[in-house]
């Protein structure tokens, strides 16, 4: 960050982005903004990123309507070097989801040995078992639409594994050096319920440009990359390659410009930082 830019609490104070959280949350503004500030203040990964790229990750998860506290699980602030990005919890996918009124029934969770004795290839249905032990070896995702259309996907903890060390270069650096930088080393059990919902929402759920599924739609888009004016940058994947997907349906978030407006009168606020 430069030395003349202003910081996250400067950008957080300015009327013109303190306006449009109030338009995004109504009252519940206040409270949201001060989450980012605590999120920030306790994290020193956080404090060491760009704070447009903070308040950019907050402002989708202000436009999704999602909490932001780690504790709940329904959205993060995720620190990747130098930028901040959006990630979307387990929890924050079926929230969205249900808020689109399609679905009956949507759940992911851990599968302990023994409970699924086959898988059909022809149809992919699930064929349960008994379990015989607590080991945990795999992750199974579930949903059920008003319409009567069922489906679910199962991954085993190798595959997760596999897929995490292949799209998460934080992930691969930590099985590399025996670090614990990456959610998927210190959360494994939220990214497993996460990526198997993510991957059944991805392919079989109803994802559209309506009102209803909007949210969702931009969700599934926006998780683990950077927001920028050109659209959504993915930063932490395979190879460390940067790509850059334009924005299908743009939300319309806290403009930094507003902060720049308003610089004259933030010049004496105290900051947080």
Known sequence: ?????????????????????EELLDKSAPSFISSILTIVKSNSKLQDCDPYSVLSAAGIAAALKLPINPSLGFAYIVPYKNQATFQLGYRGFIQLAMRSGQYKTLNSGAVREGQIKEIDFETGEIIRGEKISDDIVGY??????LNGFKKSLYMTVEELQAHAEKYSMSYAYDLR???????WTTNFDAMSKKTVLKRLLSTFGIISIDQQSLALATALQAD???ITEEGFRYIDNERGEERIVPFTDVIDLPEADDADESEEDDKELSTVD
């Open 1 to 21: 960050m430069k030395k003349d830019a202003p910081s996250l609490s400067q950008l957080l104070s300015s009327p013109g982005i303190k306006r449009r959280f």
């Open 140 to 145: 199974v995702a579930y949903m059920e639409l």
């Open 177 to 183: 050096s025996g670090k614990k930088s990456s959610v």
């Open 224 to 226: 683990q990359a950077v």
